[in-house]
């Protein structure tokens, strides 16, 4: 099982940035799975800021992100993205994408960190003018 992580860097105020998650060991296509973005800024607790379930079908947006950030899968590269319009220096964190192989994890309401069982390597965003 293997998550990869990439696309993060410096981007100013207001711009956007495309994160990409490159999965191994399941199918985003035909696995039941959760799969998640997480970030951690400098000083701050972990965040679950977006999550997709497969089998429930539920894509969850934290408060933080929501009307900013969005989700899309390339089932034929077995990647997901993570789209980030709008940022802000408070974007600013590593971001992590894991996968939960439960399916679970992701609610319509909340994002449970404990219940991922893989996870990647971050990627540095910061946003700074």
């Known amino acids: 099982f293997q998550l990869q992580a990439s696309g993060g860097g410096l981007v100013q105020p207001g711009k956007s940035l495309i994160l990409s998650c490159a999965v191994s060991?399941?199918?985003?296509?035909?696995?039941?799975?959760?799969i998640g973005w997480f970030r951690r800024a400098p000083g701050k607790s972990r965040e679950g800021v977006l999550c997709f379930a497969r089998k429930a079908g539920i894509t969850y947006y934290s408060d933080s992100v929501k009307g900013r950030f969005t989700f899309s899968r390339d089932n034929s590269q077995n990647t997901v993205h993570l789209h980030m319009n709008s940022l802000t220096a408070e974007d600013t964190a590593v971001y992590y994408c894991a996968t939960a192989d439960s399916g679970y994890g992701c609610y319509m309401n909340r994002m449970g960190a404990a219940e991922y069982d893989h996870w990647g390597r971050g990627t540095q965003v910061t946003v700074s003018s």
């Open positions: 060991g399941l199918s985003l296509d035909l696995d039941f799975y959760a």
